[in-house]
């Protein structure tokens, strides 16, 4: 390109102009080595806002500590230390519990308040099985956990833990509240260690 | 207050035909010959001066040489109360006669006294275990039960 000189029309000067491209190109070059900022950066402070990241153990045992509703499985005297507990001064409903299921379907956690007879036994082994997994047992009181006074009776069954599982076990004949409270404060303990990937 | 009668006042005021149906009258109970229970029972059911129409409860004892089956009795009408007892010394096999005819709340009674003693009960119409199931070796209120 020629420019006349002497016109005062010195615009175009190849030098100044490949001069400035040039560092224009390397501005770019180095600006594209520097990290991509992110699109979404703008989300951290909702996400931070709403959102706990936590383990899926950690959320369901916490769900499920607190509903263990408890199934009717009464047989015998600890019912009315159950029946205290469940009402208004011990109150279990802190414990998310206050519905007490007479349909096991419906229920997580079997109380065992009372001395079980072997004819009453084959019952109480159909209402566990009739509920709905994960479950648990409490084994309320001595006639609960071993039979109790009546342990060499030939009707009474030695502990519910022959019949099935039990996951604590609550001395007294019968427990106070305040013991039973504690057990079902233990069983929220065992609750919370569960995994959900594998069994028990 | 029930009125708790005199087991000699009454056995004095049971009829002739009844002569030789009672064994022993005390101060608190009467004891019949089993087979003539359920002609006492009747009588004092039915007669107007008794009308015990009402059968408080049945319980059984085993006294080792013979059962003792004792009715408490109750008559809502005149207020009082007796005790009447029977009782039966065949072992093996003991047979009472069911008084379920007369008072319908010794059905079940009845039946825990087959269940617990083995002693059966003639006429009863649905003789069978109530406390135990089906399959319980022995008879565990008597007092030679061993359990193991």
Known sequence: MEVAKGEGLDVFSFVELDKSEGEAVEELKARSKEPIPDPDRWLDREIRRHVLLSRLDDILNWAQNFSTWPVVCFPA???????ATAASR?????FGMEIIRASPRQADLMITAGTLTWKLA?????IYDQMAEPKWVIAMGACGISGGTFASSYNVV???NRIIPVDVYIPGCPPRPEA???GIEM???KIAKRSVFQEG | MTTTLSGREVSSKLGK???GSVVESTENSILVKSESLLPVASFLKTAPEFAFDYLTFVTAVDYNDYFEVVYHLTSLEHNCSLVLKTRCYERENPVLPSVVGL?????FQEREVYDLFGIKFEGHPNLKRIVLWEGFKGYPLRKDYIQW
């Open chain 1, 158 to 160: 030695p502990g519910y």
């Open chain 1, 180 to 182: 039973l409270l504690y």
């Open chain 1, 122 to 126: 084959p019952w109480v082994r159909r």
């Open chain 1, 187 to 189: 069983l929220h303990k």
């Open chain 2, 103 to 107: 008072w319908r709340g010794a059905d």
């Open chain 2, 17 to 19: 035909e009844f002569l």
């Open chain 1, 77 to 83: 005297c600890c019912a009315f230390e159950l029946i």
């Open chain 1, 90 to 94: 011990f109150d279990i409903s802190r």
